[in-house]
């Protein structure tokens, strides 16, 4: 009898398939905004090798990638038959690492958050706390409801940000406008994933919005979002008294009236996956302001 044999899994399968895992690429990018929030928004700029050379900051940063590390973890763990059907190429957790060294590397990774932010400030660890048990909650059960689980993600987004008030309260008010500028991109990424997964998420019983609404609904909701969006921006730039700001806001207009085209005349999965590289896009664009700000 012929047995075929389970092909070898190299080390570097093992490395890359962890670093897809924790979303490596996204943790770089958490911390890049963290430290240029840092030192742009917070500052004072002239002093950015000793921010850079802070132990505060980057135990703190340190922090937030163990637990968001964490939570692309559990996120996997809980998603494995969804992203079998949505993308297969990416499963990683039973492929290459077993499923309780996953649950396992969770819960180091979240102890070690928890742990680094208690260092810097009891208040940062009541937040990383907070956020531990939230992304636990979004993987395990939220993240199938419809809505609940895109606004958690977009919560947590922001506050990767705001948390940083807590430890240098300087110009919290212009951090607060670039938090709540993250937190809306992510929230419309987050729906436009939905949109592109829905195949995957429908055969495994999820109640997202494009489910339980159809997809020309959930655009139709996008458009409401994009513009509170929009409006939100530009009243805080003006509460704030920011001439800066506003012009700068007023020149992203020009991509996010991009994107609500492609938004408008997306109805495939490939379509839905460019508009989500195309928030990715916006949210750098957004960051970047923040030289200017």
């Known amino acids: 009898m012929n047995v075929t044999a389970r092909p070898k899994i190299r080390l570097w399968d093992y490395v890359?398939?962890?670093?897809?895992?924790?979303?490596?690429?996204n943790l770089i990018i958490v911390v890049l905004t963290q430290y240029l929030t840092r030192i742009l928004l917070i500052g004072p700029r002239e002093d950015w090798k000793s921010i850079l050379g802070n132990v505060d900051m980057l135990v703190l940063s340190l922090s937030t990638v163990c637990i968001a590390a964490a939570g692309y973890i559990i996120n996997d763990y809980f998603d494995?038959?969804?992203?079998?059907?949505?993308?297969?190429?990416?499963?990683?957790?039973?492929?290459?690492?077993?499923?309780?060294?996953?649950?396992g590397a969770h819960q180091v990774l979240n102890v070690m958050g928890?742990?680094?932010?208690?260092?810097?400030?009891?208040?940062?660890?009541?937040?990383?706390?907070?956020?531990?048990?939230?992304l636990w909650f979004y993987s395990e059960r939220f993240k199938r409801l419809p809505f609940i689980g895109n606004f958690i993600v977009?919560?947590?987004?922001?506050?990767?940000?705001?948390?940083l008030t807590v430890h240098y309260p300087?110009?919290?008010?212009?951090?607060?406008?670039?938090?709540?500028?993250?937190?809306?991109?992510?929230?419309?990424?987050?729906?436009?994933?939905?949109?592109?997964?829905?195949r995957g998420d429908e055969a495994?019983?999820?109640?997202?919005?494009?489910?339980i609404w159809g997809i020309r609904s959930t655009k139709n909701f996008l458009y409401v979002i994009l513009f509170f969006?929009?409006?939100?921006?530009?009243?805080?730039?003006?509460?704030?008294?920011n001439g800066v700001l506003v012009v700068l806001f007023i020149l992203l207009l020009i991509p996010i009236s991009f994107l609500i085209y492609r938004l408008s005349r997306a109805d495939t999965r490939?379509?839905?996956?460019?508009?989500?590289?195309?928030?990715?896009?916006?949210?750098l664009l957004g960051l970047l302001t923040m030289i200017w700000a």
């Open 16 to 25: 890359a398939g962890s670093a897809r895992l924790v979303r490596m690429t």
């Open 170 to 198: 300087a110009n919290r008010h212009l951090v607060f406008i670039y938090a709540v500028f993250s937190f809306y991109i992510s929230l419309i990424r987050e729906i436009v994933k939905d949109m592109e997964d829905i």
């Open 154 to 163: 977009s919560l947590l987004t922001g506050l990767t940000l705001l948390i």
């Open 229 to 241: 969006f929009v409006l939100s921006l530009f009243i805080l730039a003006h509460a704030l008294d």
């Open 80 to 103: 494995v038959k969804i992203d079998i059907v949505n993308k297969p190429e990416r499963v990683v957790v039973g492929r290459y690492l077993k499923r309780r060294w996953a649950i």
């Open 270 to 283: 490939r379509d839905f996956k460019q508009i989500s590289d195309l928030c990715k896009i916006v949210m």
């Open 114 to 134: 928890a742990v680094l932010g208690l260092v810097v400030s009891p208040y940062i660890f009541v937040i990383n706390v907070f956020s531990i048990t939230l």
């Open 204 to 211: 495994h019983g999820c109640r997202t919005l494009p489910i």
